[in-house]
T-cell receptor, first 109, second 115 residues
């Protein structure tokens, strides 16, 4: 089977840095993606890692260690609009995604 | 349109009725995916299309669920004899091709409520 573990909830203040971890157990691993979802909205793509290391896109960075079956999403200079749920997702054959349960991020003033 | 379009946005129906959900992917996207999301949960994979064929139907929860895609574009997900546990948000996504470095673009979903 496949499983992904991520914290259910994280709270941080505006301007801070927060890291959301994701560990996974899967067969046929092709990469790890992160998606953001605001309440009532559609998931939107943030990042994709296929190889070990750090990928940076503006205020967001994502890291992958395939040997440790571990990744994280790093959000810097937090803004109120970053309050949302963040999902890690493992890529399987055919680009099918297996999602984690999501981490609800609350940014406080 | 520019994004993935799903209809209806909301559907309320009685237990035992059949429902049909529609997804119109981004023009030119050959890969199409259906997921469902229960309240406060992650997304659960249902089925994947590459063109009009469905190489992976492993996520369909029961034989009451079926999906088709015609013309390499619009897809419909049909749930027969609905049950209360079918209540969820059904999300459709498309990507340019079914390859791993391409993001999936999601629609806003259909919120299905079974009474």
């Amino acid at each position: 089977g496949q499983s992904l573990e991520q914290p259910s909830e994280v709270t941080a203040v505006e301007g801070a840095i927060v890291q959301i971890n994701c560990t996974y157990q899967t067969s046929g691993f092709y990469g790890l993606s992160w998606y953001q979802q605001h309440d009532g909205g559609a998931p939107t793509f943030l990042s994709y890692n296929a190889l070990d290391g750090l990928e940076e896109t503006g205020r967001f960075s994502s890291f992958l260690s395939r040997s440790d079956s571990y990744g994280y999403l790093l959000l810097q200079e937090l803004q109120m609009k970053d309050s949302a749920s963040y999902f890690c997702a493992v890529h399987n054959a055919g680009n099918m995604l297996t999602f984690g349960g999501g981490t609800r991020l609350m940014v406080k003033p | 349109g520019a994004g993935v379009s799903q209809s209806p946005s909301n559907k309320v129906t009685e237990k035992g009725k059949d429902v049909e959900l529609r997804c119109d992917p981004i023009s030119g996207h050959t890969a199409l995916y259906w997921y469902r999301q229960s309240l406060g949960q992650g997304l659960e994979f249902l089925i994947y299309f590459q063109g009009n064929s469905a190489p992976d139907k492993s996520g369909l929860p029961s034989d009451r669920f079926s999906a088709e895609r015609t013309g390499g574009s619009v897809s419909t997900l049909t749930i027969q004899r609905t049950q209360q546990e079918d209540s969820a948000v059904y999300l459709c996504a498309s990507s340019l091709e079914g390859v791993h470095n391409q993001p999936q673009h999601f629609g806003d979903g259909t919120r299905l409520s079974i009474l």
